[in-house]
């Protein structure tokens, strides 16, 4: 009767541990996911940055603005899932109508910038970037760097 | 003497700050480069996390195309001849085989882009042209060096 108990209780530790293992691993894929869409929003708005103070060449900067717009577009689905972790704080998910709202107006604000730089190149676009990638009041809010 | 420290001093001031110059143009080369080359990586982790079906499928389309955007700008960022990095030296001694290697992957991802609007993502001949023209290693192999 002991040795079954001591096999019942070790059954169900492996089991919850896989359980936990494997809930783990989809949380860590949540993360990875939203991860890899930020950094690529930080990427290109750096390369824009140096096109606009003329540390590179501007012949790329009506796509990279498009790929920002583009981007942008994908982010709100990937915070979805109530995951914590990675960078972003709790308040994401606590506030998430005014959270969403701030992604809406990202992307359409770099779809904006994007129409702009395909019609008029960056002269016409560069007086609108600086709006358009007003980043840091969210992130003050949204974002808890790593140190 | 004072005279001739008075026409030193610029000279070896200048050479002070001219690599200092230099090497802050050639940083901001390589730094773009890098820009493009990590949104790469980052995009094509994401397609990849979708395939594998870790995450849900509904930004395939708009992942491929920014991967086909950013192939597009490349090749620009890697016409000055500025080693460091990850480049290998390779990559301007093969300039003809390496500019070859990245308007190809300009093209085949901007079809792989194409062809994915209006499918599902678990779509199987979609994963497969997926794969194909996301297919970096032989050109890493040659002109990467991956730093540790």
Redesign the interface.
């Known amino acids: 009767m002991m040795r079954w108990s001591y096999f019942s209780i070790g059954c169900v530790v492996i089991v919850a541990a896989m359980v936990a293992t494997s809930v783990r691993a989809d949380d860590q894929d949540v993360i990875d996911y939203r991860v890899h869409i930020m950094k690529t929003l930080d990427e290109q708005a750096a390369a824009i940055s140096q096109i606009l103070e003329h540390k590179a060449p501007a012949d790329n900067f009506t796509t990279h603005v498009q790929i920002l717009a583009i981007t942008a577009a994908t982010a709100k689905k990937a915070f979805e899932p109530k995951v914590l972790g990675g960078e972003a704080k709790p308040e994401v998910w606590s506030h998430w109508a005014d959270f969403a709202k701030r992604l809406d107006d990202l992307t359409a604000a770099t779809a904006d910038l994007a129409n702009t730089a395909k019609a008029g190149g960056v002269a016409a676009a560069a007086p609108k970037v600086q709006t358009a990638l007003a980043c840091k009041s969210c992130h003050e809010l949204y974002v808890e760097k790593k140190k | 003497m004072k005279r001739k420290i008075k026409i030193i001093s610029p000279i070896a001031l200048a050479a002070i700050f001219l690599p200092a110059v230099v090497s802050a ?1 050639d940083q ?2 390589v ?2 480069r890098e ?2 080359m ?2 790469l990586d ?2 094509s ?2 397609v990849g ?1 979708i395939l594998s079906t ?3 499928g ?2 395939m389309a ?2 491929l ?2 991967i086909a ?2 192939a ?2 490349a090749l ?2 890697f016409e000055p001849k500025v080693l460091g990095g990850e480049a290998r030296p390779e990559v301007w001694n093969n300039w003809a085989d390496f500019s070859k290697r990245m308007n190809d992957f300009a093209k085949n991802t901007a079809l792989v882009a194409a062809q994915a609007k209006g499918k599902r993502s678990d779509d199987p001949e979609l994963g497969e042209a997926v794969v194909d023209a996301l297919s970096c290693k032989s050109c890493h192999d040659a002109y990467r060096k991956e730093k540790k």
């Open positions: 143009d901001d080369i730094e773009y820009h493009i990590k949104t980052e995009q982790a994401a996390m870790v995450v849900p509904d930004n708009a992942h195309q920014a955007l950013t597009q700008t620009k960022s």
